[in-house]
T-cell receptor
Framework: GDSVTQMEGPVTLSEEAFLTINCTYT??????LFWYVQYPGEGLQLLLK?????DKGSNKGFEATYRKETTSFHLEKGSVQVSDSAVYFC?????????FGGGTRLMVKP | GAGVSQSPRYKVAKRGQDVALRCDPI?????LFWYQQALGQGPEFLTY????????KSGLPSDRFFAERPEGSVSTLKIQRTQQEDSAVYLC???????????????FGPGTRLTVL
């Protein structure tokens, strides 16, 4: 079946540091890929998405590019803020349900 | 506007008890999904409805788990004879799309945290 492999955390960075969270997706079809974020005490929110190869999703300074050859969708941000502290989930779907990675907790220190 | 709501937010059950978890999707959303999120892990798919029809229940872990959406709106996830391994956060999501279009965003509720003692 489909699976998502995501970098394990926690990731601890200082404010204004560069962020990369790796994600790769294994599927029989051509999935759409997503990053969801879960802030403390809140529900899952869609951060960005890409529906086909070479698509770049971006939102709130975060970016991720769908690399077809590796089915990767690494999340990046050039300068993180304390308010970015949350758990980030990579997910994909080639049909109905989403398949999620295990989540990466990001902690940003001032 | 209102998002996806779930109730109760927290539920403590004794092993062997039956529980019912409710999901109110966004009005007009055709598709509804249930996911189970164990502590420290990502959500895992349980079941999917399109209107009142349950089109996929491949993720339900056992026949103790049952979900329904009789009028194509509110959904209930029922767990019979709860076990400790059922302890998790149960997430509901809805999307506007007909069918399983990958392009349509799933909006998640806050979840119900179930603890089985």
């Amino acid at each position: 079946g489909d699976s998502v492999t995501q970098m394990e955390g926690p990731v601890t960075l200082s404010e204004e540091a560069f962020l990369t969270i790796n994600c790769t997706y294994t599927a029989t079809g051509y999935p759409s890929l997503f990053w969801y974020v879960q802030y403390p005490g809140e529900g899952l929110q869609l951060l960005l998405k890409a529906t086909k190869a070479d698509d770049k999703g971006s939102n709130k300074g975060f970016e991720a590019t769908y690399r077809k050859e590796t089915t990767s969708f690494h999340l990046e941000k050039g300068s993180v803020q304390v308010s970015d502290s949350a758990v980030y989930f990579c997910a994909g779907t080639a049909g109905n349900m989403l398949t999620f990675g295990g989540g990466t907790r990001l902690m940003v220190k001032p | 506007g209102a998002g996806v709501s779930q109730s109760p937010r927290y539920k403590v059950a004794k092993r062997g008890q039956d529980v019912a978890l409710r999901c109110d999707p966004i009005s007009g959303h055709v598709s509804l999904f249930w996911y189970q999120q164990a502590l420290g892990q990502g959500p895992e798919f349980l079941t999917y409805f399109q209107n009142e029809a349950q089109l996929d229940k491949s993720g339900l872990p056992s026949d103790r788990f049952f979900a329904e959406r009789p009028e194509g709106s509110v959904s209930t996830l029922k767990i019979q004879r709860t076990q400790q391994e059922d302890s998790a956060v149960y997430l509901c999501a809805s999307s506007l799309a007909l069918g399983g279009w990958a392009y349509n965003e799933q909006f998640f509720g806050p979840g119900t945290r179930l603890t089985v003692l």
